[in-house]
Every structure is written in structure tokens, then in C-alpha cells.
């Protein structure tokens, strides 16, 4: 596609509840990376894949938070039992090759989670 | 682990003014390179210039450039003949420049820019 897609948009849910966002990188690109940005603060990493092996999953807040990618392409970040705290703008971003000097992310628009 | 700091929550200035925007962070690595980002309302990640740590000179885009002073661990923007349409979060951002350490982007908390017109 023309740029890295996500869904839903928004999403609301019930505490408790789970939910799976979406993310549909840049065709072809190597590295998917999925971010949380809370209200009014900077984006904070949560985990990135090269291909289809999760490289970092170190900032994954706890184990009710998962992603997956398992065919290299589309991801999905899950969060399990869902709370109030985790409300919050998850953003995904793409690049087209693992690291290099003038590599460019890529992000899409976001998923605004709300949970009530 | 390394931190980015902004440390002015909001700046405003004038249309076709000059403003600075501050940005320090903390590392212990030689490698890296840094990032502003613009988050203008509907929350798009702009990239707007970036800076290799090896490289002395400043960066400079159109009407955006950098000061960047590898010593004292800063990295300003400076934004010329502001416009209205620069109104948005700015955000700063550091990555390693390790090769096995993919693309991972530590940010600060954003500063909020205010245009008067």
C-alpha cells in the first residue's frame, strides 16, 4: 500500500475485554515497530519484528500485552483483560530494510484505544 | 539506557518569526543520530530533520535547521519565517547507531508550538 495502515481508527471497549489492533506496513519493508503514546507525552517503543521474528519486546509493559507478525507482513498487537491505564494512542511504523544510515520510519495514523 | 528530555512543554511565537525549540539527552554511546518529529492535529509523525552524531555540521531543511552540540549532549531546532502551519507537537528523538538495534526511537515529551498570526 501507499503508506503503513492501521485498524480500527478507534477503538472503545470494557475493561476486561480484549482487543487486537492492526497494522498493514509498507509493502515490502523488513522492520515493523509498534509504539503507545499516551496523552499529551511522546511515543514509547513497545516492541519491534524484522521479517517475522519478534528482535525486542522489551518494552511490552506486561504479559496481557502481545504481538505477533507471522508471515512477515501484517501485525497484530493484542492486549489481554484490558484497564483503564492502557488507554492510549498505539501507533505502528515501518522501515524498509533492519538499520541502515539514512533509513526513514514510517508511521501510520494510530489506533486510539479507549477503554471504560 | 538513554533519555531525551524536552524540557518546554509549550513555546509560542509569531508568524514569520524565529523560534527555538530544546532538546537534551543522555547517553553514553559515540553512535547515534537524532530526530525532530512534527505531530501537527491530526496526529500524523512528520519527520522533519535528522542529525548523525558523527557529523559536525549542523542539519538544515528548508526553513528548519539544527544546533547540535555533541559535547554538552543538545540538539535544538530552530524554525525560521514561522508559519501557521507549523503550529503542532514537536517531538525529539534518539536512536543508537548500534547495527543490531534496528530502528528503535527513544522520544521526549514533546514541546506544543503555538503560531500567532
Known amino acids: 500500500g501507499a503508506g503503513v495502515s492501521q485498524s480500527p481508527r478507534y477503538k472503545v471497549t470494557k475493561r476486561g475485554q480484549d482487543v487486537a489492533l492492526r497494522c498493514d506496513p509498507i509493502s515490502g519493508h523488513v522492520s515493523l515497530y509498534w509504539y503507545r503514546q499516551a496523552l499529551g507525552q511522546g511515543p514509547e517503543f513497545l516492541t519491534y519484528f524484522n521479517y517475522e521474528a519478534q528482535q525486542d519486546k522489551s518494552g511490552l509493559p506486561n504479559d496481557r500485552f502481545s504481538a505477533e507478525r507471522p508471515e512477515g507482513s501484517i501485525s497484530t498487537l493484542t492486549i489481554q483483560r484490558t484497564e483503564q491505564r492502557d488507554s492510549a494512542m498505539y501507533r505502528c511504523?515501518?522501515?524498509?530494510?533492519?538499520?541502515?544510515?539514512?533509513?526513514?520510519?514510517?508511521f501510520g495514523s494510530g489506533t486510539q484505544l479507549s477503554v471504560l | 539506557a538513554q533519555t531525551v528530555t524536552q524540557s518546554q512543554p509549550e513555546m509560542s511565537v509569531q508568524e514569520a518569526e524565529t523560534v527555538t525549540l530544546s532538546c537534551t539527552y543522555d547517553t553514553s554511546e559515540s553512535d547515534y543520530y537524532l530526530f525532530w518529529y512534527k505531530q501537527p492535529p491530526s496526529r500524523q509523525m512528520i519527520l522533519v530533520i535528522r542529525q548523525e552524531a558523527y557529523k559536525q555540521q549542523n542539519a538544515t531543511e528548508n526553513r528548519f535547521s539544527v544546533n547540535f552540540q555533541k559535547a554538552a549532549k543538545s540538539f535544538s531546532l530552530k524554525i525560521s519565517d514561522s508559519q501557521l502551519g507549523d503550529a503542532a507537537m514537536y517531538f525529539c528523538a534518539y536512536r543508537t547507531g548500534h547495527n543490531n538495534a534496528g530502528n528503535m526511537l527513544t522520544f521526549g515529551g514533546g514541546t506544543r508550538l503555538m503560531v500567532k498570526p
Open positions: 511504523a515501518s522501515s524498509h530494510t533492519r538499520q541502515g544510515l539514512n533509513e526513514k520510519l514510517f
